[in-house]
């Protein structure tokens, strides 16, 4: 049974080329946290910003496609830990240019050409270069270019094809096939296979942030990333972005950055106004997600993780918090859907599986 037919699609009037899937058995989607870290702090073991996404059906596990977003800090091993290699993943999709959603991304793209270099390339897919006001521009193309750089310049690359003339000569970047699009406050669709669809939309946290959100006849996810409202600070409606919200509408789920009250400026927390200001705000998530329609809420990337002393160089003010302490604010919001407080490897299924 043939379920793949390699195709080139124009979408936006980029070409890509993309893996055909049609689901002949009752379709399903996973969505699983492979690491809920907030920045670039370090704790307890928790791996750094990212989202696994897969589509299909029973017969595979809801797993003929699979899509990560963003790839923090040890992302590779928590693929690993539900059965996912580099050389299994179709595309890569990355909200933004800070470490702690890119730095695990080094160790996929290298054993993707280690083990992979007969391909497919992986499809990695980001926003155009964007010139901040400030000064500078964040560059995804760049990441992508230079993601082999370290292991090139140490002699390992060459040492490797020594070994096995097959890998590409280039390195890691020749895996990889760069796929950039200019984020907009309209969606826009930027990545398909068959019948699934990934849009992204512009939002606020540094430049060149974008969000996402994947269709498909399962059910549908909208990833957020570190986006926030595009008034930067109080006065404000809300801390969460409007694009998001309106990306959002009638999405099963949501995965979203938080930022815990606790945390806030005036409760002595010493986190610098403005770096509270650009995440979401735990209470405005989940009446963002109520209007939205969602029926999952997954909080991801909270600062602080549960159970943190410190948020890095931050104090937490009152001391650890838990699972009840993220849930109560969502629920005093009106948030009447599903609320899961990120943990690593935390999994929704849709449809949910039945008893047997
Ligand atoms: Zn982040």
Redesign the pocket.
Known sequence: MQRYVLAMLLVGGVWLTGAYFTARAAPCLMVTLTGTQ??PAIFDGIAG?GTLVRYGDDSNECGALKLQFDAGRGTILRLSQVGVVPGQLNATFFTHM?S??TEGFAEIAQLRWNFNSAGPKLDVVCSEDAISTLGFTLSCKKLVMHIGDLFIQSGEIAQRISEDEQRLPGGPVDILNIVTFQPTNEQQIVWTSGEVRVSAIRSTHIAGHASYRVDTPAGSVVIGG?ASNDTLEPPRLTSTSDQVEKLAKGADVIVH?TMHPAMAPDKGSGMPPPVYYRQAATADLGAMAQRAGARYLMLT?MAPPLGAQRHGPYKVPGGPLTDADYRKVVEASGFTGITIVGTDLATIRLPAKQAQ
């Open positions: 907030s920045g910003a800070h702690d959603h570190d950055s990337h």
